[in-house]
């Protein structure tokens, strides 16, 4: 009940394209669904969230999608670039105060020039 | 403002040693981590503390230790080391309060063998 599961494992997209990255949950005490981008050699930084009260929020090229009563959600990247080339992974805050975030599996992104 | 440090970056130990990751944080933060991630497996918590004087297990402790010096530092010790320990580490902290950024190292690469 307590995990994440991201799909695909990895993803290789055109420069331009629209890579879409899934996540799937069961515990419905998660309340903050943030994404991470990661780039080799560095810690993950945060690239955009979403609350559950939300079905869709943009930042610039990011946008999450977000489906409460499936239990689901995406990241999709507009315009993809050569730099979006990282490894993405979602994740679910628990309804405490702890902070503690339950990260699925990752996805690798690889955008073609 | 460097942010979440972590030392070392990179560590060879063999099977039976023991070492200790060092993690401090300058940014007054309440709540910190340390996750290891893993190839297929994503960012699995390890232990976290909510506060100074406090910690608690995440989801895979079995091997670790770890010591909240003070509200900067948390260390993360592996009593003996195990070929399985053999991951990147990552050390993260955050305002604990709402939900906020969780900011991470830039990771600990260590090879047990």
């Known amino acids: 009940q307590q995990q994440v599961k991201q799909s695909p494992q990895s993803l290789i997209v055109q420069k331009g394209g629209i890579p879409i990255i899934n996540c799937a949950y069961e515990?419905?005490?998660?309340?903050?669904f943030p994404w991470y981008q990661q780039f080799p050699g560095k810690g993950p930084a945060l690239l955009i969230a979403?609350?559950?009260?939300?079905s869709e929020k943009k930042e610039g090229r990011f946008t999450i999608s977000f489906n409460k009563s499936a239990k689901q959600f995406s990241l999709h990247i507009m315009d993809s670039q050569p730099g979006d080339s990282a490894t993405y992974f979602c994740?679910?805050?628990?309804?405490?105060?702890?902070?503690?975030?339950?990260f699925g599996q990752g996805t690798t992104l690889q955008v073609k020039p | 403002n460097a942010g979440v440090t972590q030392t070392p970056k990179f560590q060879v130990l063999k099977t039976g040693q023991s070492m200790t990751l060092q993690c401090a944080q300058d940014?007054?933060?309440?709540?910190m981590y340390w996750y290891r991630q893993d190839p297929g497996m994503g960012l699995r918590l390890i232990y976290y503390?909510?506060?100074?004087?406090?910690?608690d297990k995440g989801e895979v402790p079995n091997g670790y230790n770890v010591s909240r010096l003070n509200k900067r530092e948390f260390s993360l010790r592996l009593e003996s080391a195990a070929p399985s320990q053999t991951s990147v580490y990552f050390c993260?902290?955050?305002?604990?309060?709402?939900?906020?950024?969780?900011?991470f190292g830039e990771g600990s690469w260590l090879t047990v063998v």
């Open positions: 515990n419905t005490a998660f309340d903050y």
């Open positions: 979403i609350r559950p009260d939300v």
């Open positions: 994740a679910a805050h628990f309804s405490s105060n702890t902070g503690k975030l339950i």
């Open positions: 993260a902290s955050r305002v604990t309060g709402g939900i906020d950024t969780i900011y």
């Open positions: 940014m007054n933060h309440n709540s």
């Open positions: 503390s909510a506060s100074e004087g406090t910690t």
